[in-house]
């Protein structure tokens, strides 16, 4: 059996908040309830000073688009600054952050192959990247 095809607008979906973050919003834009079992996007919004704190997932990679706006990502310690047109992986077991640090909203995609997934959450780190 086959899922049906899914279409819907970014308007249409419901934005949440982010687990520990500060002004930052997400979006399930395809996942399973669209019938998806192997690919799931998820669009992300970080405001001005917002910021996601260090975290990682044990089994699940991210691959990233950034559609507008500039923001750091620090992975493993090491900082990029990343921008509207850029393109990012970030391996499984990375701890990574961000951190809004321009003067409007922080947009990207970021496409997972798993669902659910576990956060494991850097409570000894400092949050901001």
């Known amino acids: 059996m086959y899922a049906m095809a899914s279409v819907k607008n970014v308007k249409d979906v419901e934005a949440k ?3 520990r973050s500060r002004d930052a919003f997400i979006q ?18 970080i405001k001005p000073g917002g910021e996601i704190p260090a975290h990682s997932h044990p089994d699940m990679e991210h691959v990233q688009y950034v559609l507008r706006g500039e923001y ?12 509207a047109g ?23 995609l ?6 659910p997934y576990t956060t494991n959450w850097q409570e000894t780190q400092p949050s901001r990247c």
């Open 17 to 19: 908040e982010v687990e």
């Open 72 to 83: 750091e990502v620090v992975v493993d310690g090491v900082v990029h600054k990343v921008r």
């Open 86 to 108: 850029d393109a990012l992986f970030i391996p499984a077991k990375k701890v990574h952050s961000y951190r809004n640090t321009g003067k409007e909203d922080a947009e990207f």
């Open 110 to 115: 970021c496409i997972i192959t798993s669902q």
């Open 28 to 45: 399930w834009l395809v996942d399973s309830r669209d019938g998806s079992n192997n690919v799931f996007l998820r669009r992300f919004v």
